[in-house]
Every structure is written in C-alpha cells, then in structure tokens.
C-alpha cells in the first residue's frame, strides 16, 4: 500500500504562484507514474498533469500548459506540481495520484491511478 499526502496548497491572487508538494510512504513510488488531478465545486475531477516513472516524459492538460511543471523526486519519494501564472479557475482540491500498473504507464485517466491522497485546497483570487 502507498499513502500519499498533499501539501502547498493555500490562498492566492491571479497570477502568483503556488508549489504542491505530495509525500509518498508505505513504498516507494520510484517505479510508479504520479498524477495530479484536480475537483472544482460542482465538477468532476479532471486530469491536470502526469510524469513516468523515470521522469522523463510528462503530460499536461491543455489549460495548464506552459504554467504548471510536474515534476517526481524518486530518491525522497516525492512528486510536485509547480503551478505559476494562476487564474481564478484553476481554483480546485488539488489530489495527487500514483499509477502502479508497471514503468510504462503513463495515462490521463483518472480510473488507472489506484493510489490518492486527500487532496489540498487551492484557491485563486482575482
């Protein structure tokens, strides 16, 4: 089992910058592909970015492109999303996800991640 744990959300206005942060425990994430996902009121949730295993391919939703960076830490069991030049709807619970299916997984669906944190809070104001 892998416990996952958010962290970084928080409150700030349009065009700042936040980092989130997403401790991995129980074992090690190191051959998994992490997500982060994200759940506005009143929506489903959706796929904001995803990184392989090693690191070296990422994927992002086209609204985040070129604002928002995932990136993984294999050797401190952690994955980030560095989220610049926020817009009041990028306003959402933010979850973190892992991807145990095997080194070649690398997917935008939500139902192939099996491992989710708790989620944090980001709230963008304008």
């Known amino acids: 089992q892998v416990q996952l744990v958010e962290s970084g959300g928080g409150l700030v206005q349009a065009g700042g910058s936040l980092r989130l942060s997403c401790a991995a425990s129980g074992r090690t994430i190191s051959r998994y592909a992490m997500g982060w996902f994200r759940q506005a009121p009143g929506k489903e949730r959706e796929f904001v970015a995803t990184?392989?295993?090693?690191?070296?391919?990422?994927y992002y939703t086209d609204s985040v492109k070129g604002r928002f960076t995932i990136s993984k830490d294999n050797n401190k069991n952690m994955a980030y999303l560095q989220m610049n030049s926020l817009k009041p709807e990028d306003t959402a619970v933010y979850y973190c996800?892992?991807?145990?299916?095997?080194?070649?997984?690398?997917?935008?669906?939500?139902?192939?991640?099996?491992?989710w944190g708790q989620g944090t809070q980001v709230t963008v104001s304008s």
């Open positions: 996800a892992a991807d145990s299916r095997g080194i070649y997984s690398f997917s935008t669906d939500i139902k192939e991640y099996d491992y």
């Open positions: 990184i392989t295993w090693s690191g070296g391919r990422t």
